[in-house]
C-alpha cells in the first residue's frame, strides 16, 4: 500500500502526521466498503481542526495529528 510506504519514509513530524492521514482515509474506507470491522473497541475519530480522521482503541480522544498541543481535539466518527 503506497500510504504506508509514503509513513515509513516520512522524513520528519510534519511528513508523517500528512501521511498517517492518507494511511487511515485508506483504512477507514476499506472498513466502510467491505463492512469490516476494524477491531474489537477500536472507533474512527475525527479532528475538525485539520478535516482528518484516525482509528483508535477506546472512547477517549487522542488526537495524533496535533501532539501535545490539542491531544483532546476530536470526535467519534460512526463507520457506515
Known amino acids: 500500500?503506497?500510504?504506508?510506504?509514503?509513513?515509513?519514509?516520512?522524513?520528519?513530524?510534519?511528513?508523517?502526521?500528512?501521511?498517517?492521514?492518507?494511511?487511515?482515509?485508506?483504512?477507514?474506507?476499506?472498513?466502510?466498503?467491505?463492512?469490516?470491522n476494524p477491531g474489537d473497541d477500536v472507533v474512527a475519530m475525527y479532528c475538525p481542526m485539520v478535516k482528518k480522521s484516525w482509528l483508535q482503541k477506546g472512547e477517549k480522544v487522542r488526537n495524533p495529528y496535533y501532539g501535545k498541543a490539542m491531544p483532546g481535539c476530536g470526535e467519534k466518527k460512526k463507520i457506515s
Open 1 to 36: 500500500m503506497a500510504a504506508a510506504a509514503e509513513l515509513e519514509k516520512a522524513g520528519s513530524i510534519g511528513d508523517a502526521r500528512l501521511a498517517f492521514g492518507k494511511l487511515s482515509d485508506a483504512v477507514i474506507a476499506y472498513s466502510e466498503q467491505t463492512k469490516a
